[in-house]
């Protein structure tokens, strides 16, 4: 079992950044492969990044590549979401997941999942 809780989000403005922290408990953190997906109301969930158990490698959704950068850092079991240059599409909740898989870009391939967080861009 894993236990994830988000942290980090907010209400900013067009062209701002956040930084969403998520912090994991009840197993191994390096075993876990980590993703970050979000979801807008009206829209099913989708895939915004991932990074390996390691860290050594990232994936990232089209529409975030250059935006958003994730990291971990297995010393303190966290995983993050550097947000820059938002904009008011990225306005939805964001959900941290943990996987046993090497990595996954799809909900499908994650077994634990926080409870989001609330990230809201305004134009």
């Known amino acids: 079992q894993v236990q994830l809780v988000e942290s980090g989000g907010g209400l900013v403005q067009a062209g701002g950044s956040l930084r969403l922290s998520c912090a994991a408990s009840g197993r191994t953190f390096s075993s876990v492969a980590m993703g970050w997906f979000r979801q807008a109301p009206g829209k099913e969930r989708e895939f915004a990044a991932a990074?390996?158990?390691?860290?050594?490698?990232?994936y990232y959704a089209d529409s975030v590549k250059g935006r958003f950068t994730i990291s971990r850092d297995n010393t303190k079991n966290t995983v993050h979401l550097q947000m820059n240059s938002l904009e008011p599409e990225d306005t939805a909740v964001y959900y941290c997941?943990?996987?046993?898989?090497?990595?996954?870009?799809?909900?499908?391939?994650?077994?634990?999942w926080g409870q989001g967080t609330q990230v809201t861009v305004s134009s």
């Open positions: 997941a943990a996987g046993e898989r090497v990595v996954a870009t799809t909900p499908s391939g994650y077994h634990y």
């Open positions: 990074i390996t158990r390691s860290g050594s490698i990232t």
